[in-house]
C-alpha cells in the first residue's frame, strides 16, 4: 500500500510580480529542496501590486488567479491591487480576505494540505489564522522580516498599533513560529498570549553553488558588499566609515553590488561629503552568477545594516570563503569569532575601525573552514532535516 505524500502549501507574504521567481527566492529555494525529498509542495502567491511601486503591471497583469509552473514549482498565483489613497488597515483586510478566497480555489483543484508553511506573519499569517479557523488546517510562520530583531529606532518605529490585534491572532494561532534569527525571538515573543514553539532555523543558501574557491592576490584589499540602496541597508554609514579606512589604507577598495543608487537624491548626499571616491566601485544589479564571480574576486565582504533578520548576502559571502564585517544584526551562528568582526549598529567610528582591522588581518582566516561552517547551518541538507523536524512535530500533534 502506497504511503500518501506530505502536502505543504507555502504561503509567502510578498512574492514578485513578474513571472520569475525572483522576489521569492527564499520561498522558491525551500519548495524545490522540500520537492527534492519526495514532499508535495506547492505556492499559493497573493501578490500586492500598488500603482506607485508597480505602474505597468498594476493594469496589465492577470486579474483571475492562474497556475503557473515556474522553475519545476506549482505556483497557484493571484495579483492583488491595492486600493491607492485608502489606509493600510484597509488594504490589509482585503489582501488577507482575497488570500483566503485564492486558498479555497486551489483547495477544489489541488485538495487539503496537511500543512501551511507561511513565509512571514505580515500578512501571510493572518489568513493562515482564517484558514485553520474554517478548515483547521494547522500553520506554521517562518519570520523574515528584520523589523522584529528591533535594531535600532527605524525598526522600533515601524511597528504601528493598528497591527497589534493582527500580529497576535497571526502568532498566536501557530502551530509552530520559525525565526530566521535567535534576534528576532523576543518581539516575536510579545505577541504571543499563549505559548508556541519557537524554533530558528537559518534561511537555506546552495552552498554547492556558492562554493570556496581560493583567491588571486592582488595589490589591493578588495572589500565588497552586495546590496541595494535603502534606508535599512545603511550606506549613510558604510560610505563616510569606508572613506575614512581608505585615508588610512590607501589601497583599500570596495565594490558594490546592488541597483537604486544614481539618480537618487539620499545617495547623492551621500556620495557628495566622500573624499576617496576612485576607491568606490559600482557594478550594478547582478545576477547569482555574476555575484558569484564578484564574490570570488574579493577578499572580505561588509555589511553595515542597520534593519536585517538573516542576510542571504552574508551566507552567499561566507560560503564563498570570504570573512566579514557586519553589524549585530547578523545572528551569531552565522557571524562567529572565527569567519567575522561584529560591531553594533549606526556606529560609523566602531565600523571604520573594523574594516581596518580586518584589512590588515584578513588572510589570517581560513577559507575553508568558513565555507564549511555556512554549509552545516544553511546548507540545504541541514535546512531540509531542520524544516522535517518541525513538520513531523507539529503533525503529530494534530
Request: glycine share 4%; net charge positive.
Amino acid at each position: 500500500m502506497k504511503t500518501k505524500k506530505l502536502h505543504i502549501l507555502k504561503l509567502p507574504s510578498w512574492y514578485t510580480s513578474n513571472f520569475a521567481p525572483i522576489g521569492g527566492r527564499f520561498v522558491a529555494d525551500q519548495a524545490q529542496i522540500l520537492k527534492s525529498k519526495g514532499v508535495e509542495t506547492n505556492v499559493l502567491a497573493n501578490v500586492s501590486l500598488t500603482i506607485k511601486n508597480d505602474k505597468a503591471e498594476y493594469f496589465i497583469l492577470p486579474y483571475r488567479a492562474f497556475l503557473s509552473e515556474e522553475n519545476g514549482l506549482s505556483v497557484f498565483r493571484h495579483y492583488f491591487r491595492c486600493l491607492p489613497k485608502f489606509p493600510k488597515p484597509f488594504n490589509a483586510k482585503r489582501w488577507i480576505k482575497s488570500t483566503l478566497k485564492l486558498f479555497e480555489k486551489y483547495q477544489a483543484q489541488f485538495g487539503k494540505p496537511d500543512l501551511i508553511h507561511v513565509h512571514s506573519a505580515i500578512w501571510g499569517g493572518c489568513a493562515a489564522a482564517l484558514i485553520k479557523e474554517k478548515y483547521g488546517i494547522p500553520y506554521i510562520i517562518t519570520e523574515h522580516r528584520g523589523i522584529f530583531g528591533q535594531s535600532c529606532e527605524y525598526a522600533k518605529n515601524t511597528f504601528k498599533d493598528w497591527q497589534t490585534p493582527f500580529l497576535e491572532k497571526a502568532f498566536s494561532e501557530a502551530a509552530a513560529i520559525i525565526p530566521v534569527s535567535e534576534n528576532l525571538t523576543p518581539k516575536i515573543q510579545s505577541f504571543l498570549n499563549k505559548k508556541v514553539s519557537i524554533i530558528p532555523i537559518s534561511n537555506v543558501l546552495d552552498t554547492d553553488f556558492f562554493h570556496y574557491k581560493k583567491r588571486d592576490k592582488s595589490e589591493k584589499i578588495r572589500f565588497i558588499t552586495t546590496n541595494n540602496f535603502s534606508i535599512a541597508k545603511a550606506y549613510d554609514i558604510l560610505f563616510p566609515a569606508f572613506d575614512s579606512a581608505c585615508n588610512e589604507i590607501p589601497n583599500l577598495e570596495l565594490t558594490i553590488c546592488g541597483k537604486n543608487f544614481w539618480n537618487n537624491q539620499e545617495f547623492e548626499k551621500i556620495w557628495q561629503k566622500i573624499k576617496n571616491k576612485n576607491n568606490f566601485r559600482f557594478v550594478g544589479f547582478k545576477n547569482s552568477k555574476e555575484v558569484r564571480s564578484e564574490l570570488w574576486q574579493a577578499d572580505i565582504f561588509v555589511l553595515a545594516s542597520r534593519v536585517e533578520a538573516q542576510p542571504v548576502a552574508v551566507l552567499e559571502a561566507l560560503s564563498s570563503g570570504l570573512p566579514i564585517v557586519c553589524t549585530a544584526v547578523v545572528p551569531k551562528i552565522v557571524a562567529t569569532a572565527e569567519n567575522s568582526i561584529v560591531v553594533p549598529v549606526e556606529n560609523e567610528e566602531k565600523l571604520q575601525n573594523a574594516i581596518t582591522e580586518m584589512a590588515k588581518n584578513y588572510q589570517k582566516y581560513n577559507g575553508k573552514a568558513i565555507s564549511e561552517h555556512i554549509k552545516s547551518v544553511a546548507g540545504k541538507e541541514a535546512f531540509a532535516k531542520a524544516i522535517m523536524e518541525v513538520y513531523e512535530q507539529v503533525l503529530s500533534e494534530k
